[in-house]
């Protein structure tokens, strides 16, 4: 029997913290996207991709969709509903330990603008009851006519299979967009970033919120064959930056510690990272500071 390849591209979307970062690493197999538990931490659109014998299937993770506070925000939120009109189908995730909510209710006023298939994923189901599940599903039901509702946690990947054997089976027939081996479209140098900004998000917890920025400034290979990468933190306040380094640069050390480890295994090398940390105020109001740092669009 001949099978025809399948492809598409699928968007991930849904309030802030559903856990849509967590299940794109989950679907890839590596990690592409950076995890905290904190709110609105993916800020561009990642694109993840699987690729199996007769499928391919390009998962973007979008920011969470929320009430803009900055120009950030508003590149986030705008980021997230552009590409609804740029796929194949929709993942609208929520999470289920927490039940419909305005945000939640926003973003179906937003869907039912789109002429695509969206999928109800329901999040987290390791963190409820079973029986709590129907009345949630029913309350959904009520609001839009999804193509399907699958309930999964991407934490621990129950029901994941299933999910990804469900959007293949609605794929259409497409060709192959990426080499098998390639499982991001992002430059190595965009993932190094994401992984420094995730030790800052971990590791200050809330000393430090979302008022930072990593810029990659120098990456060179020496002749003792270790990468050699220079980034800089960037912050809004000197309050912050002191945080940042720490008491005798403790927290800067920490920082770069794990965020070297992650680098390594994404690259497969050695490598030797030096971080610095520089305030800019207010950055995430400022459009040729937001230009500089990566966050580009139409508007911006």
Known sequence: MEYSFKSGFIAIIGRPNV???????????????????????????????????????????????????????????????????????????????????????????????????????????????????????????????????IPISALQGNNVDHMLEVLKKDLPEGPQYYPEDQITDHPERFVMQELIREKVLQLTREEVPHSIAVVLEQMEKADDQKLYIQATIVTERKTQKGILIGKHGSMLKNIGKAAREDIEKLLGTKVYLELWVKVKKDWRNKQNQLYEYGFRSDEY
């Open 19 to 149: 856990g849509k970062s967590t299940f794109m690493n989950r679907v890839i197999g590596q990690k592409i996207a950076i995890m905290s538990d904190k709110p609105q931490t993916t800020r561009n659109k990642i694109q993840g991709v699987l690729t199996e014998e007769h499928s391919q299937i390009i998962f973007i993770d979008t920011p969470g969709i929320h009430k803009p506070k900055h120009r950030l925000g508003d590149f986030m939120v705008k980021t997230a509903e552009n590409t609804l009109n740029e796929v194949d189908a929709i993942l609208f995730m929520i999470n289920a330990s927490e039940g419909h909510g305005k945000g939640d209710q926003y973003i179906i006023e937003r869907l039912h603008q789109v002429k695509r298939p969206v999928y109800l994923i329901i999040n987290k189901i390791d963190l409820v009851h079973p029986d709590d599940l129907l009345p949630l599903i029913d309350q959904y039901k009520e609001k839009y006519a999804f193509a399907e509702i």
